[in-house]
């Protein structure tokens, strides 16, 4: 799926809608350019799982879980592996738990970074910044 978004609003909407498609235990895999939209989707996210708290990058404490309020899910867990080389770093704090977890919808921005742990089943999501100030955001 590939949606082309002109504002931030349109970014957040496609995501909050994404959520209907989510079963929970996925893996979103987020990759692109330094604001090409990565966390204005994850905001997105949270608002459709009904997460109440704030959202921002996680960039200096690599990761932040929040409670979500849908019947089938009930976390998520928003990785920055930004300042990473490997997924070893991941690894070693537990994040294979969050990948195993059927309640739980993990998203991982500058997920390129970390490709070596991601799940087989993981969502890979790109985006990329057009002309005219929009978005291509591209759902594998």
Same mark, same amino acid.
């Given at each position: 799926?590939?949606?082309?978004?002109?504002?931030?609003?349109?970014?957040?909407?496609?995501?909050?809608?994404?959520?209907? #498609? /989510?079963?929970? !235990?996925?893996? *979103?895999?987020? +990759? @692109?350019?330094?604001?090409?939209?990565?966390?204005?989707?994850?905001?997105?996210?949270?608002?459709g799982l009904g997460v109440k708290n704030i959202?921002?990058?996680?960039?200096?404490?690599?990761?932040?879980?929040?409670?979500?309020?849908?019947?089938?899910?009930?976390?998520?867990?928003?990785?920055?592996?930004? #300042? /990473?080389?490997? !997924?070893?770093? *991941?690894?070693? +704090? @537990?994040?294979?738990?969050?990948?195993?977890?059927?309640?739980?919808?993990?998203?991982?921005?500058?997920?390129?970074?970390?490709?070596?742990?991601?799940?087989?089943?993981?969502?890979?999501?790109?985006?990329?910044?057009?002309?005219?100030?929009k978005r291509e955001i591209h759902i594998k």
């Amino acid at each position: 799926m590939k949606y082309i978004t002109k504002s931030e609003r349109e970014t957040l909407n496609v995501a909050e809608k994404f959520v209907q #498609r /989510l079963k929970g !235990g996925e893996v *979103l895999c987020l +990759i @692109g350019d330094l604001g090409s939209g990565k966390t204005a989707f994850t905001k997105g996210l949270a608002k459709g799982l009904g997460v109440k708290n704030i959202i921002t990058s996680p960039t200096f404490v690599l990761l932040k879980s929040y409670t979500a309020k849908l019947k089938n899910i009930n976390k998520l867990v928003h990785i920055d592996a930004y #300042r /990473l080389d490997s !997924g070893a770093e *991941l690894d070693y +704090i @537990g994040v294979e738990e969050y990948f195993s977890d059927k309640n739980c919808i993990t998203v991982i921005e500058w997920a390129d970074r970390v490709k070596d742990i991601w799940p087989v089943n993981a969502i890979e999501i790109k985006f990329k910044v057009l002309k005219g100030n929009k978005r291509e955001i591209h759902i594998k």
